[in-house]
């Protein structure tokens, strides 16, 4: 059973920092594109940032040189390091795990079920 478990969230003063974790099991996690997704009440969930198995990263415009995504393949877990916090940044953050599986075709796709970011003094 594949499980993706998110840590970290929370209420946080504006410039503030938090750092989420999302632990994986069940799959290969080395292999997986991870990605943290966040969504506010009435809009779409939107990709934040994104770690590929090979490392590289990329990021919502919005949140370059603020926010940082690793992963640590030997924990099975990757993070997310959010500084100088923006009120706009308030909502739920999910946790995503992506494979294509060029040889069969294989697209396998997993959600974690989100923990809350709130920025507010």
């Known amino acids: 059973q594949v499980q993706l478990v998110e840590s970290g969230g929370g209420l946080v003063q504006p410039g503030g920092s938090l750092r989420l974790s999302c632990a994986a099991s069940?799959?290969?996690?080395?292999?997986?594109?991870m990605g943290w997704y966040r969504q506010v009440p009435g809009k779409q969930r939107d990709l934040v940032a994104a770690?590929?198995?090979?490392?590289?990263?990329n990021y919502k415009t919005s949140v370059k040189g603020r926010f940082t995504i690793s992963r640590d393949n030997a924990k099975n877990t990757v993070y997310l390091q959010m500084n100088s916090l923006r009120p706009e940044d308030t909502a739920v953050y999910y946790c995503?795990?992506?494979?294509?599986?060029?040889?069969?075709?294989?697209?396998?796709?997993?959600w974690g079920k989100g923990t809350l970011v709130t920025v507010s003094s």
């Open positions: 995503n795990a992506h494979k294509d599986f060029a040889t069969t075709k294989l697209v396998m796709n997993y």
């Open positions: 069940g799959i290969t996690f080395s292999i997986y594109d």
């Open positions: 770690i590929t198995s090979g490392g590289i990263t």
